[in-house]
């Protein structure tokens, strides 16, 4: 039998915001294409989560009302399966909203919303105008993966600790830095969704959530032509 992908999506009917479930459909079509097995589950508000029944979390970007529900959801029903499942070396990737509950808490004005603590990171709602845009930024994931492209609409400023590794750069308009990773934990603010405008970052994340070293190649010459052009655009 082959291997089957276990994806758990966390709040999908609320953390949802542009489109953010396209991420999911990508991973089940990526493993379509190669012959593995997928399957999807989902945690809602309340319902607990078994770290040993997924190989990777996820959660999308919401609106701010949605988005206090689920934080503090995740803080007190799922938190300590979260840790688990990170400890084990489970894959979480988590979008705008979900990056900003992976850290310890999300200030809006008088209210701070708590984090997860899965990454040591605070986020602030600060004046000044949102974060808005186009963005295409260079990472490096075990020489995997080049150059992701996405698009980002944030008025909240992540701001890691300095023994945190930055996933790429343009974060919180400041220090450069763009997202966070903590080994298998991924967090950013790119949308667009996400990985179909990056297949071999979903490929990545894939192989490292099924323990393999590698994937059998696909035909990716469009959206290597499509990164050129936002490499040329963005001058990296």
């Known amino acids: 039998m082959p291997p089957e992908l276990r994806v758990c999506a966390l709040y999908p009917d609320l953390m949802n915001i542009y489109a953010d479930r396209g991420n999911l459909l990508m991973l089940q079509r990526r493993c379509a294409w190669r012959g593995l097995g997928f399957r999807l589950d989902a945690a809602g508000l309340g319902e607990t989560v078994d770290p040993d029944a997924h190989d990777l979390f996820y959660v999308g970007g919401g609106q701010d009302r949605d988005q206090a529900l689920c934080a503090r959801d995740m803080a007190t029903v799922k938190r300590d399966a979260l840790h688990a ?15 900003q509950l992976l850290g310890h808490s999300y200030q809006l004005g008088d209210e701070e919303l708590p984090g997860v603590g899965l990454v040591d990171l605070r986020t602030i709602r600060e004046p000044g105008p949102r974060l808005i845009g186009n963005v295409a930024i260079e990472v490096d994931l075990d020489g995997a993966v080049g150059v992701l492209a ?38 950013t603010y790119l949308h667009g969704p996400l990985l179909p405008k990056n297949a071999r970052f979903a490929d990545w994340l894939i192989a490292g959530a099924l323990g393999l070293d590698g994937l059998d190649p696909l035909d990716d010459a469009l959206e290597d032509e499509a990164h050129a052009e936002a490499r040329a655009a963005a001058g990296v």
Request: glycine fraction near 22%; charge should be positive; proline fraction near 2%.
């Open 150 to 187: 996405g698009f980002e609409n944030h008025g909240g400023r992540s701001y890691l600790d300095e023994r945190e590794q930055p996933l790429g750069h343009g974060n919180n308009g400041r220090d450069g830095f763009e997202g966070v990773r903590r080994r298998n934990v991924i967090g």
């Open 85 to 99: 499942a990170a400890a084990a070396g489970k894959v979480v990737l988590a979008v705008c909203g979900g990056y």
